[in-house]
């Protein structure tokens, strides 16, 4: 088999592993790229048409940078089917619809400030073709694509993650995006990893540590004494975990009860459904101080996107950030080269639909989330089944990439290569 990193490999983000059997095609993955303004201009380009020769495509969760691409795709002309496990294809027209309205309202902003994209890379029709074609696949049921044969396992992390196993001509190689943690706060554990002859791993989210909510909480309280609002740039996938971190933080009073603000889609009403992947102590909830728009008071504001280089949350920023009683947390890791990333570093101004915008609130940065596998957990699962000939780490910065890849050398003997962007190899 061959395998193509058309996206996804290390540095790159939007995954895209396009794997040729002698009677298929098979694309696992269909992400938007984030970063630096180059890499971010590749979401409004065509694309590549090696992408557009695969039989079916396979999702392995709903985020935008494993499934954002699709509706793109689909204007294109593909119209083949797509595979994602019940969850995932739950919360694909959420955070897919989501993302056209605000990739359409972007583009209505950017109108004559260049460099920012006169167009968005997909609309509410294309959302609506891709969706169509979206084939559920329930975890551990085998599927063909021609002469191939896959399976989802449960990947954990978020609702619907899956890793994915294909099989053709006595091969098989195994697809994992990030793994979730064994102890998710929601969420049931990863499923163990089959035996396979090639794994593509993703790196490791290294860990935020056990202090996270105390960090949020106290964020929250510096912001309300500066008498400012807090600003959360969150995904579609991320804001049910931060409400209910949010209702537990007010039911003990370790923050006040602000007026919360959710300026993009909720997927709360779709967990809740989802009683086979919830652990079964899960609890969700969400904070009875809800209100549809931004009060004239201090508020805690939760809009998307999460790398805050598109979407909602940059109009908030642009009102914001010159007050010097805002706060804003950052709850994930930043991708490298976002604008998350960019405050999370310590800029001093960002330009936001042409315009600079001095930066003179509070930027509190939490690191990775703890829903998700670190090193020692990640290592853990890959090496728990028998070893592989060659694993692929993607889908981190390069650095963490090679740091992960020199740990399955040293841990578990094994050949482990961090792939380059556009990268064919044989598996």
């Not at 193509?4 to 290390?10: L, V």
């Amino acid at each position: 088999m061959r395998l193509t990193f058309a996206g996804g490999a290390a540095g790159t983000t939007g995954a895209r592993y396009l794997l040729e059997t002698p009677d298929a095609k098979v694309l696992v993955g269909c992400g938007l790229f984030a970063g630096p303004e180059a890499r971010w201009r590749r979401n409004f380009s065509p694309g590549p048409a090696e992408l557009h020769e695969a039989d079916a495509v396979v999702l392995p969760s709903a985020g935008l940078g494993h499934a954002g691409f699709l509706p793109q795709l689909v204007a294109e002309g593909w119209h083949g089917p797509v595979f994602a496990t019940p969850g995932t294809a739950a919360l694909l027209p959420i955070v897919l619809s989501d993302a056209a309205q605000q990739f359409e309202e972007d583009a209505d902003a950017n109108q004559g400030c260049e460099p920012g994209p006169a167009a968005p890379p997909f609309r509410a029709e294309d959302v609506a073709r891709a969706l169509a074609l979206v084939r559920p696949v329930e975890f551990g049921s085998p599927r063909r694509i021609g002469g191939a044969e896959f399976e989802l396992g449960r990947a954990g992390g978020r609702l619907g993650a899956a890793w994915t196993a294909v099989r053709a001509g006595g091969r098989s190689v195994v697809f994992a995006g990030p793994l979730g943690a064994a102890d998710h706060a929601l969420l049931r554990a990863p499923d163990p990893r089959p035996s396979c002859d090639a794994l593509v791993l993703a790196t490791p989210r290294s860990p935020g540590g056990h202090h996270r909510a105390g960090r949020f909480a106290a964020a929250v309280h510096r912001a309300v004494r500066r008498g400012g609002s807090v600003v959360v740039p969150v995904s579609v996938l991320g804001a049910t975990e931060l409400l209910t971190l949010l209702h537990d933080l007010v039911a003990t009073g370790e923050i006040p009860p602000l007026p919360v603000v959710v300026d993009a889609e909720t997927a709360t009403g779709v967990h809740e459904r989802a009683a086979a992947e919830l652990r079964r102590d899960a609890r969700m909830a969400v904070p009875e101080t809800l209100v549809s728009r931004v009060p004239d008071q201090p508020s805690i504001i939760l809009a998307g996107f999460a790398t805050a280089d598109s979407g909602r949350v940059l109009r908030h920023l642009a009102a914001l950030l010159p007050d010097p009683r805002t706060g804003v947390v950052l709850p994930g890791a930043p991708e490298p080269g976002t604008r998350a990333a960019q405050l999370a570093d310590g800029a001093r101004h960002l330009k936001i639909h042409g315009r600079y915008v001095p930066v003179r609130a509070e930027v509190t940065a939490l690191g990775a989330p703890g829903g998700f596998a670190a090193t020692a957990e990640a290592l853990a699962w890959a090496s728990a089944a028998p070893p592989v000939e060659t694993a692929f780490v993607v889908e981190g910065r390069p650095d963490a990439a090679h740091a992960f890849a020199k740990e399955l050398h040293a841990e578990a003997g094994w050949c482990a290569v961090v792939p380059e962007d556009g990268e064919r190899v044989l598996c």
